[in-house]
C-alpha cells in the first residue's frame, strides 16, 4: 500500500471511529509535529554550533 493510500485510510478510520479527536491524532499529526520540534530544536542550538566550528576552525588555522 502507498503512503497516500494508507494516509488516507488511517484518516478515514481516525474519524469514524475518534472523530472529536480525529485531527489531532495519525501519521500525519505525528509528522507535522515532530518537523516542528525538530526545527525548532535546529533554531534554538544552530547558532552555538556555528560558533563552535568557528572557534575550531581558527583554531586550527592558529596552529599551522
Known amino acids: 500500500k502507498n503512503m497516500e493510500l494508507q494516509w488516507r485510510d488511517e484518516e478515514a478510520f481516525l474519524r469514524a471511529n475518534y472523530g472529536s479527536i480525529a485531527h ?3 501519521t500525519r499529526f ?3 509535529k515532530l518537523n516542528a ?10 547558532p552555538s554550533i556555528v560558533t ?4 575550531f576552525k581558527a583554531e586550527k588555522m592558529y596552529d599551522e
Open 30 to 32: 505525528l509528522r507535522e
Open 37 to 46: 520540534l525538530l526545527l525548532k530544536h535546529i533554531k534554538k542550538n544552530l
Open 52 to 55: 563552535k566550528v568557528e572557534e
Open 24 to 26: 489531532l491524532h495519525g
